[in-house]
């Protein structure tokens, strides 16, 4: 992977103060994803802080999938995972890890907080938990089990890990202080019961460490320097220190927040993508309209914009909304300078130039980039009929509109000037074909005559071009914070996504899935990776040319 230029924060200075004085020699970082959803944008920041200081500091990252809850973890969630961080430029160290890796160990660690007189059974209901539990404002009260002995809180334990109890009828809560102003330190539930088969560990277990009581462990089990999370965990470091502080273990690593990414006209909510794909509102995860990183892989963006995107939101301890348009500013900027060049139309209407041989057929030289002769040339055909954009003629217009308008010339890109000379239309009124006529002298020079033709259009050969389908994406919701409403399913952008059939140049036919092209005049566009083949020619847009929401606002 091409290295991306390291950008101050205050992650990094800390990092820097704890490396000159000599509290680490090295540093060591994990990505700790939970396998119960595909990974979006907002992974996609964690994976480059955490990935990109281990690279920078030539430390290590490990790739851990906190695994503790396999009622909603799938295989196939892990696969993606991995999919995803290896696309971003990626790798981890050593095999990829899963807290069900230390479930011996957790519940080892979890006997010996009860042997010291740190954890008890509990037997009360969630909704006698949740009434203890107390407010903001009010302390809560102490469990009737709190002060069950050591030895009887060993055996309730043991009978938990052996299947004696079932779901919601016994739970292992840490004794901490039920009147502490922090709501996560008022006992908090560290082993439940689940009778679940576990991807990883199979039938094996029916009790489960809860995250917060598994994730800290899993970090000083590896020797993680610093654990790097997201701002909601804030509070919850007191219990990760507390964890660490109460049982035998060596390492104790150092937790530091950082603001999460809250993306405008998306949702990054994983229960809220998960309602998207269940309720039919998108086609998959990996749609192109969702934040996922298999949904923007799949609509044509590239690892190394994603990348850009995450260095230029910066690292800081501010939540903020960042606005879409810097997203796609990224993309943008990037295939303008390194995306081959074609043409397609995505809405034809044939035009016939009467003057040019019938059956005749010119290979004309088109470049493959206007500003970069290293990327070559392509041959595209010309012949007598062609498609243009019906947008591209109207009958008549005032001087500001540079294309093409009957009695008028427009050039052709890489061909010929053309003049409109009349029209044939359907029974509805609507435009069928354009007639035109061609200056044959006009191939890759000026009118000789020295006449002026200022506007250039797109096209392709009508008998040779490929039919294909295209698919205009837009911003999935129609309000900046869609996460805000009271019923977001209420905000879906109906446009989100149009489908239009044209044609593409016959070049194109053998497009790789995910290369990114620009259709030029259109937008940057890829060939879509699961319904794109020979015989049916699928291309998703990726970005338009320019921002026209900002040109709206």
């Not at 012949?383 to 109207?394: G, L, M, P, Q, T």
């Not at 994406?473 to 009271?486: G, I, K, M, S, T």
């Not at 259109?522 to 794109?532: E, L, N, R």
């Amino acid at each position: 992977m091409a290295a991306d230029a390291p950008r101050s924060n205050f992650i990094r200075q800390i990092i820097d103060k704890d490396l000159a004085s000599g509290k680490h020699s090295s540093v060591h970082t994990r990505f700790p994803p939970e396998p119960n959803g595909f990974l979006h944008i907002g992974h996609a920041k964690s994976i480059v802080l955490n990935f990109g200081i281990a690279e920078d500091y030539q430390g290590q990252c490990n790739l851990r999938f906190d695994d503790t809850n396999p009622l909603k973890e799938k295989v196939d969630y892990v696969n993606s995972i991995q999919e995803d961080v290896k696309w971003l430029g990626y790798e981890w160290e050593g095999k990829p890890r899963y807290s069900s890796n230390y479930f011996d160990q957790l519940h080892a660690y979890a006997v010996e907080l009860i042997e010291k007189g740190l954890a008890y059974v509990d037997f009360s209901s969630q909704d006698e938990m949740r009434e203890m539990r107390g407010t903001l404002k009010e302390p809560g009260t102490n469990s009737p089990y709190r002060d069950t002995s050591v030895e009887e809180n060993l055996k309730h334990f043991a009978d938990m890990t052996a299947g004696k109890y079932e779901e919601g009828k016994a739970a292992l809560r840490a004794k901490i202080d039920m009147s502490s102003p922090f709501m996560v330190l008022r006992d908090p539930v560290i082993y439940r019961v689940r009778f679940a088969h576990h991807h990883q560990t199979g039938d094996k277990w029916c009790v489960y460490p809860m995250y917060d009581f598994t994730h800290c462990i899993s970090d000083a089990l590896e020797g993680i320097t610093h654990s790097l999370c997201t701002l909601e965990f804030q509070d919850n470091r007191r219990l990760y220190d507390w964890v660490l502080d109460n049982i035998s273990i060596d390492c104790h690593p150092q937790q530091i927040e950082f603001s999460r990414l809250n993306l405008q006209y998306t949702v990054m909510s994983k229960r809220k993508l998960n309602l998207l794909v269940e309720e039919g509102k998108v086609s998959g995860w990996d749609d192109p309209r969702m934040p996922t990183i298999a949904g923007m892989r799949r609509r044509g963006y590239t690892p190394s914009s994603v990348r850009e995107f995450c260095h230029r939101i910066g690292v800081t301890k501010m939540d903020n909304q960042v606005e879409m348009s810097m997203l796609e500013a990224c993309i943008r900027d990037e295939l303008n300078h390194g995306a081959p060049r074609a043409m397609a139309v995505i809405d034809p209407v044939r035009l016939v130039i009467e003057n040019y041989p019938e059956g005749e057929v010119e290979q004309l030289q088109a470049p493959n980039h206007p500003n970069d002769e290293s990327m070559g040339s392509r041959e595209v055909p010309f012949a007598r009929e062609i498609f243009i954009e019906r947008e591209d003629f109207r009958e008549s217009a005032n001087k500001k509109y540079k294309r093409l308008v009957l009695d008028k010339e427009v050039r052709l890109r890489n061909a010929y000037v053309i003049k409109a000379e009349r029209v044939e239309k359907d029974a509805d009124g609507n435009i069928t074909t354009i007639y035109c006529t061609y200056d044959a002298d006009t191939l890759g020079k000026d009118p000789a005559d020295g006449r002026k033709v200022k506007g250039v259009i797109h096209w392709v050969a009508a008998e040779h071009a490929k039919p294909a389908e295209f698919r205009l994406y837009d911003r999935l919701f129609q309000v900046p914070n869609p996460a805000a409403e009271e019923d977001f399913f209420s905000t879906l952008n109906p446009d989100s996504l149009v489908i239009k059939q044209g044609y593409v140049e016959p070049s194109m036919a053998a497009a790789e899935a995910e290369k990114p092209f620009q259709f030029e005049r259109i937008g940057y566009f890829c060939a879509d990776s699961k319904d794109s083949s020979a015989e049916h020619l699928v291309f998703n847009q990726t970005v338009g040319l320019r921002d026209t929401w900002n040109d709206e606002a």
